[in-house]
T-cell receptor, first 113, second 111 residues
Framework: DTAVSQTPKYLVTQMGNDKSIKCEQNLGHDTMYWYKQDSKKFLKIMFSYNNKELIINETVPNRFSPKSPDKAHLNLHINSLELGDSAVYFC????????????FGQGTRLTVV | EDQVTQSPEALRLQEGESSSLNCSYTVSGLRGLFWYRQDPGKGPEFLFTLYSAGEEKEKERLKATLTKKESFLHITAPKPEDSATYLCAVQTTSGTYKYIFGTGTRLKVLA
């Protein structure tokens, strides 16, 4: 059973398109995250939701819009894709309250051409 | 500003050659420090959590230690399968629960 699963694993699209990435966790966690990993492997927080409520929104262009329909799901929609959006996007989840590890999905490699 | 720095950026070891990876951090208050391993094309995989200075955790050939300013991941007699990128992250007491990551150390163990 995959704890945190993302779809799709690979996404190749043209500039200007709109795309979505889906994430689901079956760990019963209340907090979910989106991270972006650049070509140098640096993981940067984008958003975090706690029980469907947005709690972290780090200076991300408003072309990126997260949505959490329930606490087990967190999706990421990206409008008007740009070349600079090419990266690997990771979904993660953790228990609320902090101090425990986050579990990561396998990542979605987005390539904008 | 909360910050995490890892060194070296890359490390090549011969099989059996022990070494240490460093994670230096500057935070207002530490809730936890986490070590992850990331293989190519995969998500980070959790290794250890450390909470307070002096704490140590061990798993097979890996041992993580923590001081008030840095953490070390010691690798004893590494094998080629230990090759991966090792990531360090901190979670602060500031109120949100984000994990702040370092840039990682790319480890290559040669047979």
């Amino acid at each position: 059973d995959t704890a945190v699963s993302q779809t799709p694993k690979y996404l190749v699209t043209q500039m200007g398109n709109d795309k979505s990435i889906k994430c689901e966790q079956n760990l019963g966690h209340d907090t979910m995250y989106w991270y972006k990993q650049d070509s140098k492997k640096f993981l940067k927080i984008m958003f975090s939701y706690n029980n469907k409520e947005l709690i972290i929104n780090e200076t991300v262009p408003n072309r990126f819009s997260p949505k959490s329909p329930d606490k087990a799901h967190l999706n990421l929609h990206i409008n008007s894709l740009e070349l600079g959006d090419s990266a690997v996007y990771f979904c993660a989840s953790s228990q609320t309250g902090g101090g425990t590890e986050a579990f990561f999905g396998q990542g979605t490699r987005l390539t904008v051409v | 500003e909360d910050q995490v720095t890892q060194s070296p950026e890359a490390l090549r070891l011969q099989e059996g050659e022990s070494s240490s990876l460093n994670c230096s951090y500057t935070v207002s208050g530490l809730r936890g420090l986490f070590w992850y391993r990331q293989d190519p094309g995969k998500g980070p995989e959790f290794l250890f959590t450390l909470y307070s200075a002096g704490e140590e955790k061990e798993k097979e050939r890996l041992k993580a230690t923590l001081t008030k300013k840095e953490s070390f991941l010691h690798i004893t007699a590494p094998k080629p399968e230990d090759s991966a990128t090792y990531l360090c992250a901190v979670q602060t007491t500031s109120g949100t629960y984000k994990y702040i990551f370092g840039t990682g150390t790319r480890l290559k163990v040669l047979a």
